[in-house]
């Protein structure tokens, strides 16, 4: 069989889907189940439809759009990632794994390829922590990862719950009919760019992940006490902010400390109430993101961090709470799928890097109801989350065609 990738279509495809943002471009920014990702998913169905594909939805959202293979019954193959994008965010998160495996279903059409098993590209809700708290809500879902009852009870940055937002959006039926049984997928592949800069330093153009990192969250509130910025005096002060800048940085010195360069942890949200200028700060909301390649190392950072927060309260006489929203484990692909993609790149001749992967995907959840595997592409300086992530032509294309080798293979 012999493949082509039609890269001039996909890119422009790229581009186009990159316009349905709520942020001037070049930048991206998709929440799920804003007007904009409800246009871009329609936008992205009648590409599916376009290349024959039967489409299904799921009540959390999920979208699969299923090509059936001459064995229907059998355990499909599964290939996708997801199109929510983070404010301030670029156009190739997510979405070279949602393209990409559209254009790899083509190739494999235009090949003449007929698969057994049917392949499946699944779009998934909220891959992206930012309206929920919690990332990978739908893939987490679809895993049984996250219970229905304690998907129905988050609330989005605006304190709406997430069943009328979901239901706003045009999604109903019941959470529990989410979950997948763990024989639907003989086997699950992710395409994404790798948002590190492995690839690009050691001109290696191809990854192929080994295992996930485990990543954890916190939400932490600091409670102090407010006041007039001239009138209290400084050793009168409970200031949340300045005992929230204490716990930054013995956050950021948790990872630091822990002997381990694969150990990161970030602050990504600080609120500070009642924001002015001439006002003490009463109250102070954090996020925590701390993440490992190795559990019981993430976890160590994590109770350094409860340390911290004890020590910091109690100095400097404030409340600090913190819930943990997320503690998951980190995945471990599967050798079926690391060889079905290892396979393609030799036979293309092109090297290919080993490697972990740091950012947290649907693969991590997907990795627990089916053998999972992904395949990383290199991003210009290792940036994303950014407007100015950016992947070359010719990589995206190069990822494609080994996805659709490997989606072959594996449908056999
Ligand atoms: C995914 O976007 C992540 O934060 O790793
Ligand atoms: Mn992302
Ligand atoms: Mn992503």
């Known amino acids: 069989m012999n493949l082509s990738v039609d890269q001039d279509k996909l890119l422009a495809e790229i581009e186009e889907l990159a316009c349905i943002s709520e942020a001037e471009a070049p930048i991206v920014t998709r929440v799920v189940f804003t007007a904009k990702d409800l246009e871009a998913r329609g936008w992205l169905l009648a590409r599916c439809e376009d290349a024959g594909l039967t489409i299904r939805r799921d009540p959390i959202g ?86 229905p009852e304690a998907a129905a009870k988050l609330t989005d940055s605006d304190g709406r719950n997430a069943e009328k937002v979901r239901g706003k959006a045009g999604f109903s039926g019941e959470l529990r009919d989410v979950k997948l049984p763990s024989d639907h997928y003989r086997a699950f592949v992710e395409l994404h760019i790798e948002q590190g800069p492995l690839l690009e330093q050691q001109k290696i153009p191809l990854g192929i992940v080994t295992r996930i990192a485990a990543p954890a969250s916190l939400r932490m509130v600091v409670e102090g006490t407010g006041g007039h910025a001239g009138g209290v005096l400084m050793p009168d002060r409970r200031d949340a902010l300045c005992a929230a800048a204490e716990v930054i940085l013995a956050i950021e010195n948790a990872a630091r400390a822990s002997g381990a360069i694969d150990t990161v942890a970030t602050v990504g949200v600080c609120e500070v109430f009642p924001g002015a200028v001439n006002s003490i700060p009463s109250r102070v909301r954090l996020t ?120 072959a293979s594996l449908s056999q």
């Open 288 to 407: 925590v993101d701390v993440r490992d390649t190795d559990l019981a190392r993430r976890d160590n950072a994590m109770h350094a961090i409860d340390d911290a927060m004890r020590r910091v309260a109690e100095k400097r006489q404030v409340s600090i709470h913190s819930e943990l929203v997320n503690a998951d484990a980190p995945a471990d692909c599967a050798a079926s799928v690391v060889g079905a993609l290892s396979d393609a790149c030799r036979k293309h001749a092109w090297p290919f890097l080993s490697m972990v992967s740091r950012a947290y995907h649907d693969s991590l959840f997907m990795s627990r109801i089916a053998p999972t595997g992904m395949l990383f592409i290199p991003c210009r300086g290792g940036v994303s989350h950014r407007p100015d992530e950016y992947a070359a032509p010719e990589d995206i294309a190069r990822g494609t065609l080994v996805l659709a080798e490997a989606l």
């Open 62 to 147: 999920n979208m699969f759009a299923r090509w059936a293979g001459s064995d229907p019954e059998a355990p499909a193959v599964g290939t996708g990632s997801h199109i929510d994008a983070i404010p301030n965010a670029g156009k190739y998160d997510g979405v070279v794994g949602v393209l990409g495996g559209l254009e790899a279903i083509r190739a494999l059409q235009r090949g003449g390829f007929r698969p057994k098993r049917s392949i499946e590209l699944l779009i998934f809700t909220a891959e992206e922590p930012t309206r929920f708290g919690v990332g990978c809500l739908g893939s987490r879902l679809l895993s049984g990862a996250l219970s």
